[in-house]
Nanobody, 121 residues
Framework: QVQLAESGGGLVQAGGSLRLSCEAS?????MSWFRQAPGEEREFVAA????????VYADSVKGRFTIARDNSKNTMYLQMNSLKPEDTAVYYC?????????????????WGQGTQVTVSS
């Protein structure tokens, strides 16, 4: 059974930075980050392939966020820079045993509990 645990959320001022981590137990391949703001649907943020070579980002975060992974630690990261109030949300780590890099939340089998990110203006 795969388990995912996020950490690193918090409160930051607009323009600031945060780094989220997601530690995984078990064998997984593709990993991703999603986020959900109050009253909104869960939306795709970024995904990374098993090797870490391939990545994909939502247009809203491109150029500001960087996804990475360290397979020796079974951990994925999301470096978030130039944060905006509209980035405020619960951020979820997701993973799957598929090799396909997907932006669709329905294609991820495993999910973490989420970590709150709040950006003040």
């Amino acid at each position: 059974q795969v388990q995912l645990a996020e950490s690193g959320g918090g409160l930051v001022q607009a323009g600031g930075s945060l780094r989220l981590s997601c530690e995984a137990s078990g064998r997984i391949f593709v990993m991703s980050w999603f986020r959900q703001a109050p009253g909104e649907e869960r939306e795709f943020v970024a995904a990374i392939s098993r090797s870490g070579v391939s990545t994909v980002y939502a247009d809203s975060v491109k150029g500001r966020f960087t996804i990475a992974r360290d397979n020796s630690k079974n951990t994925m990261y999301l470096q978030m820079n130039s944060l905006k109030p509209e980035d405020t949300a619960v951020y979820y780590c997701a993973a799957d045993v598929s090799l396909r890099l997907s932006v669709n939340r329905n294609e991820y089998e495993y999910w973490g509990q989420g970590t709150q990110v709040t950006v003040s203006s």
